[in-house]
């Protein structure tokens, strides 16, 4: 009976010390991978392809440098999700959280921490000899990602009305209205 009293006061004591989680997109809390539970699109991480192979192909790539707890990086999640969406397999869209980068000192243009300034988010898109077509830090708008993307595939620019529906706090998508796919892809 001691031992049943014991045993359950630890466990009232161990319930009532446990702080709730909080997660939410204006914090630079860790929360998980940002593309599932903020832009609604965990397919992005790992990225399907690397720089190297990009360059390879001469495919025109899309770097997007990143950190999980980082609340603007949370706030552009959806952004990255919506050119997924939008250029799908025409482009080689390589999310890059910054803590897996190499810090080695002796990087070349096939390194994606070449590209790297050392602000979050940053997008850099190459074409496919390399060419840098677009590098630029911070909340980067849709318009010049896709003017970038068009300039280095040379497809058309997708005909569309992008918009970020918000279904709670965590969770958004980016949705297409009046989509029209780009012409070769």
Known sequence: MILF????????L????????????DTNSYDGNIFPIYAGNGSLVPPPSTLSESLKNKRTSVLVFYLDDSSTSKQFAPVVSGIKLLWSSSIDLIPLSIDE??????????DPGFYWH?????????DGNGNILLDK?????????NEAITKGTGLKKPDF???VKSFNE????????????????
């Open 5 to 12: 009293r014991i045993l359950s006061s630890l466990l009232i």
């Open 14 to 25: 161990f319930i009532f010390s446990i702080n709730p989680v909080y997660s939410a997109r």
């Open 101 to 110: 980068l190499d810090n080695n000192d002796e990087k070349t243009f096939k």
């Open 118 to 126: 050392g602000k979050i988010p940053q997008v850099v898109i190459l």
């Open 137 to 145: 830090e911070g909340q980067v708008s849709f318009d010049d990602i």
């Open 161 to 163: 009305n992008l918009t």
């Open 170 to 185: 965590y969770n958004s998508e980016p949705s297409k209205e009046g989509y029209t796919k780009p012409r070769g892809s």
